[in-house]
């Protein structure tokens, strides 16, 4: 059975390269469904379609053509940023060979053909950066060997079809920056166990986060931002192992975050800031996520101490954990986070003393820890930070002098120091930064300010 199999198989892929009619006829179908293409084309600054793609030369060698050596047939179309301004023809749909479209970063309106959906070999479909409305097709539901859906930036509404989540292939479907509407399916998957990159942000997506994102085992990035989800964070989604990045900032979440669940040791980024999350944040964080470089937790109701552990995360770009209900005294041992660039605490009721270990922070560029109840001196240490840019250390209970040191500082640009209890004269040395350009001394009790 499997040789008579075999060689009839042969027998076929033979005829398709040696059988003149065959070829002929598909060819001519490429190169109508090309020149409909053309036709469609309003805008064509460069005249790639004008003087290039001209009837009478073969297509195989138009400009952002790569055909099939054997079939002569169409097997990618990338056309972008070519500056191109028009409709997407229908007739796309029957290049039947296409493995890859690429018309991204034109100009493209109107609506995406439902044609498309019977393009059964393609594998990359890119057509972000373009100026489509309508909905995303049904019939992408028959595009089953997908790997890549690139539509970002687009005018997309309606909802995402249920029929593509049912495409085990998907590797990446990136639909960031439309105004997609209606909310995810809750088995969403039950199928795609190669899906490493889900990028939904700056939609209008409603409804629940779906628990079953915790089947989706390959998933690496998870990007639901800036939508009206509401619920909370499913704690079945701790269960992906492998997940890095992890955006549900600006929804309308509330509870308290899943952290105990959370079992992605690899998470890199984490943002939930604007929502309504309440609860607190676990003591150990970094000693369960070290590879954390960004975390953004600001506007919540959160409601806790800084984690004792924080000084683990050692690749910390960003810590924001501003405009939340933070309580106690930031850890000693903090200047250990020596890659940190934003330290953001603002607004919350934190307590204590800045510890000395800050003056490690060599990359600091950002220190925001206004509005808290901070006392103690001011760091010296602020002065050696070589591109520390702004300190926002007012409204705290800041005491004793402004140290002479901060005049050391060859960066500083923002010092806004008013509000506090600081005593004494302005330090001349403060003049001596060069980048100084806004200086808030208000409110406090330095000499020049007690005006009888
Ligand atoms: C179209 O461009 C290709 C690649 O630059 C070139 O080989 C071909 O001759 C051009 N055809 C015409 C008709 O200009
Ligand atoms: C299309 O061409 C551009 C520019 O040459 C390239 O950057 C891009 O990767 C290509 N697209 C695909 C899908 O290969
Ligand atoms: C190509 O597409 C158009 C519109 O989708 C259709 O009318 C036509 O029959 C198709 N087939 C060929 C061989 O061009
Ligand atoms: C995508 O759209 C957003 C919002 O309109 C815009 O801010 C962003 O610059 C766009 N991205 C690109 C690469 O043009
Ligand atoms: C997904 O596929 C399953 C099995 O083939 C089918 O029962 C289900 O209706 C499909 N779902 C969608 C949304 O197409
Ligand atoms: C969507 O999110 C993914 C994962 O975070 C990211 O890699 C990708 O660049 C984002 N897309 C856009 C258009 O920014
Ligand atoms: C996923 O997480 C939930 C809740 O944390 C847990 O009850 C469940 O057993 C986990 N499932 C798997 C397959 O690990
Ligand atoms: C996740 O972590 C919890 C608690 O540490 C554990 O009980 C559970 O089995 C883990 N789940 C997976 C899928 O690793
Ligand atoms: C989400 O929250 C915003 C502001 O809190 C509110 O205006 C909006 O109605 C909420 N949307 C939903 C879907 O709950
Ligand atoms: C400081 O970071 C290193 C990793 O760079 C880590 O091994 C060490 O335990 C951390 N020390 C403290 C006190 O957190
Ligand atoms: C801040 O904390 C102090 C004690 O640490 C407490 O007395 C005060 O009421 C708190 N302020 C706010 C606004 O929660
Ligand atoms: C700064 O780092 C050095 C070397 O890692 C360490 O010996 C020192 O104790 C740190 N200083 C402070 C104030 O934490």
């Known amino acids: 059975m499997g040789k008579i199999k075999n060689f009839l198989l042969f027998l076929s892929a033979n005829c398709l390269g040696a059988c003149a009619a065959i070829p002929i006829i598909s060819s001519s179908t490429d190169e109508y469904a090309l020149l409909a293409f053309k036709a469609k084309i309003t805008q064509d600054p460069y005249n790639i379609l004008r003087k290039n793609w001209t009837k009478g030369t073969p297509f195989c060698n138009w400009i952002g053509i790569t055909c099939s050596q054997r079939h002569q047939r169409v097997k990618a179309l990338n056309l972008s940023s070519k500056r191109l301004k028009g409709t997407i023809a229908k007739e796309v749909g029957n290049l039947s060979f296409l493995i890859s479209l690429d018309i991204s970063n034109n100009n493209f309106q109107g609506h995406i053909p439902d044609e498309l959906g019977h393009l059964r070999r393609l594998r990359g479909l890119y057509m972000q950066l373009n100026a489509l409305s309508g909905q995303i097709s049904e019939s992408f539901g028959f595009l089953n060997g997908i790997e890549e859906l ?4 687009n005018s997309l509404t309606g909802p995402i079809p249920p029929a ?6 998907f590797q990446v479907i990136d639909l960031m920056f439309n105004f997609l509407g209606g909310s995810l399916p809750t088995d969403i998957c039950n199928n795609l166990p190669n899906l490493e990159s889900f990028n939904v942000s700056h939609n209008r997506l409603g409804g629940q986060i ?17 939508n009206e989800f509401t619920g909370g964070i499913p704690a079945e989604i701790g269960n992906i192992t492998g997940l890095q990045y992890l955006y549900v900032a600006k929804n309308n979440l509330t509870g308290e975050v899943p952290f105990r669940y959370f079992n992605f ?37 959160l409601h806790c101490q800084i984690p004792s552990s924080i000084s683990h995360c050692s690749a910390m770009d960003t810590l924001d954990l501003g405009q939340n209900k933070f309580t106690g005294n930031v850890p000693d041992n903090i200047g250990n986070m020596s890659m940190l660039r934003n330290l953001v605490i603002g607004r919350n009721n934190v307590t204590g003393f800045i510890p000395p270990s800050i003056g490690n922070m060599s990359r600091l560029l950002i220190l925001m820890m206004a509005w808290n109840n901070f006392s103690g001196r001011i760091p010296p240490e602020l002065g050696k930070l070589p591109i520390l840019e702004g300190v926002f250390i007012h409204t705290n209970q800041f005491t004793g002098e402004i140290p002479p040191e901060l005049g050391q500082s060859s960066s500083i640009g923002r010092l806004y ?8 004269e302005i330090p001349p040395s403060i003049f001596n930064i060069s980048t100084l350009r806004k200086l808030s001394l208000s409110e406090t009790q330095l000499s020049s300010f007690r005006k009888s």
Do not use: T, W
Request: with cysteine.
């Open 150 to 153: 690139f539509l970002y930036n």
């Open 164 to 169: 593509i989540f049912n495409i085990s292939s």
């Open 210 to 226: 779906p628990a079953s994102f915790s089947r989706c085992s390959e998933i690496k990035f998870l990007a639901l931002s800036y």
């Open 265 to 301: 040791s690899s998470l890199v980024e984490l943002q939930i800031a604007g929502n309504g999350f309440s609860g607190s944040v676990p003591h150990d964080l970094c000693f369960k996520h070290p590879e954390l470089e960004y975390l953004n937790l600001e506007l919540n109701q």
């Open 417 to 424: 120091m008013q509000s506090n209890k600081i005593i004494g």
